[in-house]
């Protein structure tokens, strides 16, 4: 009885927590505070995954999204310095549009949780340690084994990195001045162009 | 509380199986006979990780104050108390009555936020630490994934810290420490999924049970060595302690992502370092050193007796206080890296090392090859 009814109001906490916290995404001025409420939306879903018994999808969204997605937008806010673009107001078209667009998502979510039957189990808690069955499931190659899309993703992750790796490779600098030849090895043999003492001769030849 | 023949057994080296249960197991069975117990226990859960806390803050300072004067042959705090022992009391106290200062133009909320969410990691990190058969609040089984996950909401509470300041040493600082803990979280998880692969369980409980024949870190046929290694110094990299302490290098940066914060919210980022000090070196004895499991070798049956007598409350302290040790002697020892080094390090050499190694533990693991395999 009490056990029960602790869930329903942890599950009511964590939904309106949730729901506070996506509007403070939408609504803060400045960018990075989006990202901060963003994580909390995050926590939250992983928070309800634990209630669902998926305890390992939870670690994983937060694994992913809080620790690499949000640290990801807070990295390219905090280098690009776009943390007070925010505050331009958008043109009133943009915003009838954004309200239609919207108002046709949730019509859709609405019509689409009333038309489809929930088959909920009587069991309770089929999964308990559902980690082990997710490992066996996907390398499992027979009837209802998800070893191909699991290699597939793989390789898909295999491109996205050497993507990333040939995207951030460092470039031969082509004659372009006050560049160094980056920090490998034989960095100390490149001359730079303009070197301390010309510069200095420079000076004095300009005194003169 | 059948634990007195239970210890008995142990005694006489016929200890076959360890009997864990949690805090929060108590809990959950007191909760459907009594609330009022289930209460209790997570009362006393909540008080004794306060205490713990407050414990493992006052102790560690004294601790490196101590081990840093003697490594450079002084005598380190002395006036306060016998051999200074109070000294860190004293100096907590300065803190706490100090002037909080916040920058005019700082982002207010997010530089209030950022110690709590650095100090909020190692918080919940202890929450999971088997510290003893009896004493463990809760075993969750995704265990290495809970350590491994919640530790990306420190990463946003330094990165936080050091943007909401609105200084350009902190900015730097933050910066260095997000791009370094990204990077080596990288190796130090490598290096856990070894431990992970041998013991077939990710619950920290069930990790330290399959080392009841022997500690991964010997059983493992020199996957499980390199991989401590590997966690050791990922995991420096990842608390940012010296030698890989230029997110907040004071000859560069002043103080890093703390350099304006004063009074108790710096007292919060200081306290985080030395429990996440802590809480890494739980983490070592536990997933390479046995935890609190006594020093085993396989069948000696009289040999594993004799270790049994020591309790294993006793076991994860004496691991645990070694691996803090080792990490302050770090400190003593290697100069800071530079940043490409640091990078270096990471991408080049432990990355590599880390990959190479989980493919031969995978080998190894599959073919029942490594000391003492269950039937």
Redesign the interface.
């Known amino acids: 009885m009490?056990?029960s009814a602790s869930y329903t109001v942890i599950f009511y906490l964590l939904a309106a927590l949730a729901v506070l916290l996506s509007l403070a995404v939408v609504n803060a001025w400045?960018l990075?505070?989006a990202a901060?409420a963003l994580?909390g939306v995050l926590s939250m879903s992983a928070g309800l995954y634990v209630m669902l018994d998926a305890?390992?999808l939870?670690?994983?969204q937060?694994?992913v999204y809080?620790?690499?997605i949000?640290?990801l937008i807070?990295?390219a806010v905090?280098?690009t310095r776009s943390?007070e673009l925010l505050q331009d107001n958008p043109a009133p078209l943009r915003k009838i549009l954004g309200a239609i667009a919207s108002l046709a998502f949730l019509a859709a979510t609405v019509g689409v949780f009333r038309s489809s039957p929930f088959l909920l189990s009587a069991e309770k808690a089929p999964l308990?340690?559902n980690?082990t069955l997710i490992g066996e499931k996907l390398l499992d190659y027979g009837a209802g084994g998800y070893v191909l899309p699991f290699e597939i993703i793989s390789l898909l992750l295999l491109i996205a990195i050497i993507g990333g790796i040939v995207v951030a490779r460092k470039t031969e600098p082509q004659g372009q001045p006050f560049t160094t030849g980056g920090?490998e090895a034989g960095e100390a043999e490149f001359r730079p162009p303009f070197t301390q003492e010309e510069h200095e001769d420079e000076l004095e030849l300009v005194e003169k | 509380m059948n634990s007195a023949p239970h210890i008995i057994q142990i005694a006489l080296g016929a200890a076959s199986s360890w009997q864990v249960k949690t805090v929060s197991e108590r809990a959950a069975d007191a909760?459907?006979s009594n609330?009022w117990e289930s209460i209790a226990y997570m009362a006393v859960a909540l008080a004794a990780v306060g205490l713990l806390i407050t414990f493992l803050g006052l102790s560690l300072i004294y601790v490196e104050r101590k081990l840093a004067a003697h490594f450079q042959c002084r005598l380190g705090p002395m006036r306060v108390g016998p051999h200074g022992i109070f000294q860190t009391l004293a100096d907590t106290i300065k803190l706490l009555v100090k002037e909080d200062i916040i920058p005019q133009e700082a982002?207010k909320?997010?530089h209030l936020?950022a110690p709590f969410l650095c100090l909020a990691v190692p918080v919940l990190i202890l929450g999971v630490v088997p510290y003893s058969p009896m004493t463990q609040i809760a075993d969750?089984?995704?265990g290495v994934?809970?350590v491994?996950?919640?530790?990306?909401?420190g990463?946003?509470g330094i990165?936080?810290g050091g943007?909401?300041s609105n200084n350009k040493w902190s900015?730097l600082g933050?910066?260095r420490a997000?791009a370094q803990i990204?990077s080596y979280?990288v190796s130090a998880t490598l290096a856990l999924l070894v431990v992970v692969l041998f013991a077939g369980t990710?619950s920290l409980a069930g990790i330290v049970e399959s080392q009841q024949q022997g500690w991964w870190i010997w059983r493992a046929h020199g996957v499980g060595i390199v991989a401590f290694i590997v966690y050791v110094i990922a995991s420096t990299a990842e608390i940012n302690r010296t030698p890989f302490d230029i997110p907040e290098g004071e000859s560069e940066l002043t103080a890093g992502f703390h350099t304006e914060y004063s009074g108790l919210r710096f007292s919060f980022f200081f306290l985080a370092e030395f429990i996440n000090m802590f809480v890494v070196a739980a983490l070592t004895s536990t997933l390479f050193l046995g935890g609190w499991m006594p020093f085993h070798i396989g069948e000696w049956e009289a040999f594993n007796g004799v270790m049994d007598l020591v309790p294993p409350g006793v076991w994860f302290v004496g691991k645990s206080s070694f691996i803090i040790f080792v990490i302050m002697w770090f400190r003593w020892t290697f100069p800071r890296l530079r940043v490409?080094q640091l990078m270096h390090l990471e991408w080049k050499v432990l990355l590599p090392i880390g990959l190479i190694n989980l493919l031969a533990a995978a080998l190894l693991v599959l073919r029942h090859l490594y000391f003492f395999p269950a039937a």
Request: proline share 2%.
């Open positions: 009490i056990a400045k990075l505070r901060i994580m305890s390992f939870a670690g994983v937060v694994l809080v620790g690499g949000v640290v807070v990295f905090m280098l943390a308990r340690d980690t920090d | 909760l459907s609330i982002d909320p997010m936020l969750v089984n995704i994934l809970f491994t996950a919640v530790g990306g909401f990463v946003m990165l936080l943007w909401s900015m933050a910066m997000g990204i979280e990710m490409d």
